[in-house]
């Protein structure tokens, strides 16, 4: 399996080489500005302990608090965390937040946890961290298998530690502990709003057909919007694999089914596929919502979409992204495309140190304004230097991360 935090790096130099950026850039972003690695003793409902790994990689603080999800999964290890980290350093920068980039996680399968050794777990993992967080530090959110009850036990646990009562530490929050209204669909429509930004320019059939592979919060999501908007969900996917029909499918009735069978095995109407045929189907459009490095040197040459709208980080490799270059396939690049989890996350953040509560028409708004200003963006400038979106919204981020250093 390619290691992320390579792949990240390979986008870093392949950016600066684009843009002609100075080689003090990507030097201060090669490392992280500090990699924590800590233990978690949990009590488990059996009266044992067990010690959990946990991470903490705070990469830039150059525009503002550290910010990213804490993912907890047993593949979570510290080059995942620390490309993570680098990536949302750039989509920060991308999205011209004020925030800099972090990541968090654990390494556990949190299904293999009852709900009080989970929560006992998310408090555990804030015990010990905590000094390194805060609303002008670090400023944890959700992430793979991180849920709203989540953030609030972790807010809760800071909160009690430290007596901070702005609840702006965490964010991805329950709207009645400070959440921001759109929190949960932002991702999923942040992505839609860079798609419908750039459709007129990608040459799409009206009524495109979209398959999508990952249907958790953001994938789940953005199925329904797409499907709202007029396009033909063919093909969705949970970890155990998928369904398609090219006639369309009604992703409402396929979460409700999922709900009540635990999986999309037996989903009648439809042909069962797995995850990796799922990439390789015949669509217009291919939105990868789950994992890194899911397309790959070894399948890229037989992507058949039009257009990639990454809503998982880091589902390309540099090596399909090659190949899907030379093949004139569209990649709409993550730091872009799922940069609206962050944004309004960011909004949550702004509303909690203001003491305020946004409409979720507002929120909506403003998230539009930003989204639809920096995917024109990043088009112009991929056609200013010849290259593609990746390297271009590379670029930008780099060139603010640069302003700001000078800055400061």
């Known amino acids: 399996m390619p290691n992320p935090f390579q792949n990240a790096l390979t986008q870093l130099k392949r950016a600066r080489e684009a843009g002609g950026l100075s080689n003090d850039v990507l030097a201060r972003m090669e490392t992280p500005e500090r990699e924590i690695r800590v233990a978690i003793p949990i009590l488990m409902d059996d009266g044992s302990i067990k ?50 980039g972090g990541k968090g996680g654990i390494t556990v399968d949190p299904k293999t946890l009852s709900r009080a050794e989970l ?20 400023v944890p959110a959700p992430d793979v298998n991180t849920t709203p009850e989540i953030m609030a036990w972790m807010s809760d646990e800071f909160e009690k530690l430290t007596g901070d009562k702005t609840g702006a530490t965490f964010t991805g929050k329950p709207l009645g502990k400070g959440g921001s209204e759109g929190r949960g669909s932002a991702t999923g429509l942040g992505g839609f709003i860079v798609f419908n930004a750039l459709s007129k320019k990608l040459n799409l059939p009206k009524n495109a057909r979209v398959a999508i592979q990952g249907m958790g919060n953001v994938g ?90 990454e809503l998982a980080n880091g589902p390309t490799t540099p090596e399909a992204d090659d190949i899907l ?11 872009l495309a799922n940069s609206g989890g962050v944004i ?39 056609k200013n230097l010849s290259t593609d979106l990746r390297r271009a919204a590379f670029v930008i981020a780099l060139e603010r991360v640069e302003a700001a250093l000078k800055a400061k």
């Open 51 to 100: 010690i959990f790994n946990g991470y903490r990689i705070q990469h830039s603080s150059a525009r503002g608090p550290y910010k990213g999800g804490i993912r907890l999964h047993p593949q979570a290890d510290v080059n995942e965390v620390k490309a993570l980290a680098l990536w949302m350093t750039m989509k920060t920068a991308v999205a011209g937040i004020p925030m800099g």
């Open 344 to 382: 309004v996350s960011f909004f949550e953040w702004e509303q909690n140190l203001k003491r305020e509560h946004w409409s979720e028409k507002d929120v909506c708004e403003k998230l539009k304004i930003i989204l639809e200003r920096e995917a024109a963006a990043v088009w112009k400038r991929a």
């Open 325 to 335: 270059l030379e093949r004139e396939i569209t990649v709409i690049p993550d730091i």
């Open 220 to 309: 789940g999501h953005a199925a329904r919007i797409f499907a709202e908007h007029g396009y033909k969900i063919i093909a969705m996917s949970d970890s155990r694999g998928g369904i398609f029909n090219e006639k369309g499918l009604d992703p409402k009735a396929i979460e409700e089914y999922k709900r009540a069978h635990g999986s999309l095995a037996g989903f009648s109407g439809a042909k069962a596929v797995s995850n990796a045929e799922l990439l390789e189907l015949e669509t217009d459009v291919l939105i990868p919502a789950a994992l890194e490095n899911q397309i790959t040197s070894a399948n890229a040459k037989n992507i058949k979409a039009k257009v990639i709208l």
């Open 119 to 138: 929560e006992r777990l998310s408090r555990g993992w804030v015990r010990t961290l905590y000094r390194d967080l805060g609303p002008k530090i670090d």
